[in-house]
């Protein structure tokens, strides 16, 4: 399979304007969007928004733009769909179904060279990855286990270098089944949740496996941390470390304050304590899970020992930035310690794509 001609023929689809593009920029009905993010407000600068559509926000404006319900949009409104992370799927199905029939993809938008909009940085950062690697994206192709990995990898893909829904209709957001996959066989593991934010994979993973040995959760925001231990208070060997994990011990700056994409950056806000796993834990391991916004990598080179000592299976998220899998795989495979390799995906967007490893 040739990946980089794959992602050409996608990029060719979404080059010409649309119809609806020109509509658009002809119209002049109210303009809204659907999604709170950096192409929304990109959107907004280039065709200024009555309104910015959520359903659930109570405050009544975001970023100084209007927050409306899809209840009080005109018929013959323009709505722009920027939800690309989750649930574009779903979003073009709930607008439709509220009969908002002039909704456009952000994707037309961005193709369109008078729409004046950029394409999201996701779309640019993929169609470069696959210009420089796409023979070794070829290579992870050929070597994954099963036909479904195959199609994810080649789906989000596709969609990653385009931001058209239309390559994820086929999926459902499925988040709570992360790391649950059949071929994982759970049996009497000691299980590594690095990234553990408020406990609730380490919660499924005692509920579901309940023959579990321990359960090892890694999570540096103490505010996620306060509220993992108390939703697994009632849980056996269960351990708690209020630190992240890297591929050397320290300090790093930190965002505190995202929720579940709490994570490492330059413009963190506070400083947290790193240590790597191999340091951290000195007992056996048998799986390692790992959703660490971009720093997974790291955080396996710090794992280096127990992978290559006792082989544990691995789950391990490449979807944060475009090189992930990519380099996440080499690594991996690079021990030579026969892992098959499965890739899954657990949204209709760019999120929330899981590698795994197992022997």
């Known amino acids: 399979m040739d990946i980089k001609r794959i992602a050409e023929e996608a990029i060719s689809s979404v080059q010409a304007a649309s119809p609806a593009v020109r509509a658009f920029q002809a119209s002049h009905a109210a303009r809204y969007a659907i999604g709170r993010n950096t192409d929304t407000l990109n959107v907004h600068r280039a065709w200024p928004l009555a309104g910015v559509i959520d359903d659930f926000l109570s405050e009544p404006t975001w970023q100084g733009i209007p927050i ?7 018929p013959d409104a323009w709505i722009v769909n920027c939800s ?23 994707h037309e938008l961005s193709a369109c060279p008078s729409g004046n909009v950029p394409w999201p940085s996701f779309v640019q950062d993929q169609r470069d990855e696959i210009a420089l690697h796409g023979q070794a994206w070829s290579e992870i192709y050929a070597t994954l286990e099963d036909a479904r990995s195959r199609q994810v990898l080649l789906d989000v893909l596709r969609y990653r270098v385009t931001a058209d ?27 590594i949740d690095a990234g553990g934010f408020d406990g609730d994979t380490a919660q499924a993973f005692a509920d579901r496996y309940p ?22 208070a009632s849980y056996r060997d269960i351990e708690f470390r209020t630190t992240g994990l890297s591929d050397t011990p320290g300090a790093l700056p930190f965002d505190p304050d995202t929720g579940s994409a709490s994570s490492v950056t330059a413009s963190g806000s506070s400083m947290i304590i790193v240590e790597t796993l191999d340091a951290a834990v000195t007992e056996p391991v048998s799986v390692i899970k790992m959703d660490l916004e971009g720093w997974e990598l790291k955080a396996l080179h710090g794992s280096r020992s127990h992978i290559t000592r006792e082989k544990p299976k691995l789950a391990i998220a490449v979807y944060h930035a475009a090189p992930d899998l990519r380099l996440i795989h080499r690594y991996v495979q690079g021990f030579g310690l026969g892992y098959k390799c499965y890739l899954r995906h657990y949204t209709q967007g760019w999120s929330e794509t899981v590698m795994y490893f197992v022997r």
Request: aromatic share 12%.
């Open 84 to 106: 690309t992370s989750i649930s574009p799927v779903a979003v073009q199905r709930h607008l439709s179904g509220a009969g908002l029939q002039n909704v456009l993809g952000l």
């Open 211 to 232: 023959d579990y040995r321990k359960i090892i959760v890694f999570e540096p925001s103490e505010k996620n941390m306060q509220s993992a231990t108390r939703r697994l």
């Open 68 to 74: 409306v319900r899809t209840r009080d949009i005109r």
């Open 165 to 191: 829904p239309a390559y994820m209709q086929g999926y459902d957001v499925a988040i709570q089944e992360q790391y649950f996959e059949e071929f994982m066989d759970y049996r009497e593991e000691t299980f």
